[in-house]
């Protein structure tokens, strides 16, 4: 059964960082791409960032500027998301994903809210 917990979310003030993690179970981890959405009250699920399967590239979002790395753990299939100089407009529900051979996966979201 595939499973994504992710965790680290929380409340912090602006400028603030986080690191948030995804604990993956149930497929064989380093063999696919990963990636961390988000979605803010009111509006659509966005593409935050993505990792190979392998970690050698990655790519985010114009809005993230920077301020965000993306990474993984294949021995412990585990992906993490480095969040640094934090905004008020990145308070969002942060999900884990994984586009599998038969199907999508999601976890179950983990809520970050930035205070100015």
């Known amino acids: 059964q595939v499973r994504l917990v992710e965790s680290g979310g929380g409340l912090v003030q602006s400028g603030g960082s986080l690191t948030l993690s995804c604990a993956a179970s149930?497929?064989?981890?380093?063999?696919?791409?990963m990636h961390w959405y988000r979605q803010a009250p009111g509006k659509g699920r966005e593409l935050v960032a993505t990792i190979a399967p392998t970690g050698s590239t990655t790519s985010y979002s114009d809005s993230i500027e920077g301020r965000f790395t993306i990474s993984r753990d294949n021995n412990r299939n585990m992906v993490y998301l480095q969040m640094n100089s934090l905004k008020p407009e990145d308070t969002a529900v942060y999900y884990c994903?994984?586009?599998?051979?038969?199907?999508?996966?999601w976890g179950q979201g983990t809520q970050v809210t930035v205070s100015s």
């Open positions: 149930g497929f064989y981890f380093a063999n696919y791409a």
């Open positions: 994903f994984v586009r599998l051979w038969d199907h999508d996966a």
